[in-house]
């Protein structure tokens, strides 16, 4: 059985950084791509970021370039979010997804990922 726990979200003043971590087990962790979305109250889920299997290739979403950092540890099976320079717009509730294949073919898309964590809340205040 697949799972996925994050952990690591908090509230933060605005220009705050915070780590969000994701356990993954049940599957070959290092033979699969991951990723993060997040869901703000009243808003569809949007893509955040991914990253493939062996780390050789990283996906961001627009509004998060150059802020947030996607990395993985294969021997701890786990990735995680580093997210600098945190905004409002910021605040949600944030997923991390196990991809249901072995290519991250759609790494933006929500139907690329077969497993999904409970979610964790991010609040930014202003």
């Known amino acids: 059985q697949v799972q996925v726990v994050e952990s690591g979200g908090g509230l933060v003043q605005a220009g705050g950084s915070l780590r969000l971590s994701c356990a993954a087990s049940g599957l070959t962790f290092s033979s699969y791509g991951m990723g993060w979305f997040r869901q703000a109250p009243g808003k569809e889920r949007e893509f955040v970021a991914a990253?493939?299997?062996?780390?050789?290739?990283?996906y961001y979403a627009d509004s998060v370039k150059g802020r947030f950092t996607i990395s993985r540890d294969n021997a701890k099976n786990t990735v995680y979010l580093q997210m600098n320079s945190l905004k409002p717009e910021d605040t949600a509730v944030y997923y991390c997804a196990h991809d249901k294949d072995y290519d991250l073919r759609y790494p933006g898309d929500l139907n690329e990922y077969a497993y999904w964590g409970q979610g964790t809340q991010v609040t930014v205040s202003s």
């Open positions: 990253i493939s299997r062996i780390s050789s290739r990283t």
